[in-house]
């Protein structure tokens, strides 16, 4: 792909994402969306891979039928309440037919089967784009929309994808579809809470985004896809592999690290809100995510390769680390101390 090529896709991804996040219009916001998905085929599609190919196709047929569902709830709620506007979203069948064309963008259970599919067919770097830069419309609707939007469906949609996406990652020898899992952990995790404490929900959302972008960024500095290539890696960049161990237990949410802080503030405000037992569930789901991330942590820090690998000879690197790897792992790890000004934030 041409530099030319790529400067247009990314500045049409960076118009689309700016065009739905300011929007306050259904139509200008279902544009947006729009030119995001246009945008990001071809990076899907670069390395003409049958793999590739397919995971585009996916994609583009999973977010045109999104978008059509979201352009359908928007026109219900036009023709019973004379409303286009984004926070004015009251009729109750547009609700639900928003959460669903939501939920399908995002990859929330029930309508996550694409994203693994995709995100293991895509390059490294665009696996992060979908991971965290598409994330950021539909999310921006959601919060939007939240007043109006049914709690109960929200917290059963969360819960079923906290609980399945840990589930489903238990097997993976794959890091990309792992880290698919991993994101629909974590948006169950901001679904849960989306009805009660939205400021929450964008939190947990920017904290995510820096977790998982500093993972995406290691690995792609690794070259590593599959737990058997990051065996060896250890070899290869050993400082490198030992703040992924630490980047990897962040997202888990293991303290003291910062993916604790998202998780401690949502479980204190479910058991304000009288949702114990919900809380007490999500927290134990998560025990099944954990062993995937120590199962990484693992492959990348403490297990050494055998001599004999069935790949090429790795090689010790000294060229230096990306800058933006080091600032990502270093907030990824340390921000927890930043929690008591979270009450003046939120």
Partial sequence: MTPQAKLIFTTSLLLGTTITISSNHWI????????????????????????????????????????????????????FTGQWDITQLTHPTSCLILTSAIAMKLGLVPFHFWFPEVLQGAPLTTALLLSTVMKFPPMSLLLMTSPSLNPTLLACMAVFSIALGGWMGLNQTQIRKILAFSSITHLGWMAIILSYSPKLTLLNLYLYITMTAAVFLTLNSMKATKLSTLMTAWTKAPALSATLLLTMLSLAGLPPLTGFLPKWLIIQELTKQNMAATATMISLLSL??????????YCATITLPPHTTNHMKQWHINCPTNTSVAILTITSIMLLPISPMISTII
């Fill in 28 to 79: 200008t916001a279902w544009a947006g969306l729009e030119i995001n998905t246009l945008a990001i085929l071809p990076l899907i599609a670069k390395s003409h891979h049958p793999r590739a190919i397919e995971a585009a196709t996916k994609y583009f047929l999973t977010q045109a039928t999104a978008s059509t569902l979201l352009l359908f709830s928007a026109m219900t709620n036009a023709w």
């Fill in 288 to 297: 099944l995510s954990l062993f995937f991330y120590l199962r990484l942590a």
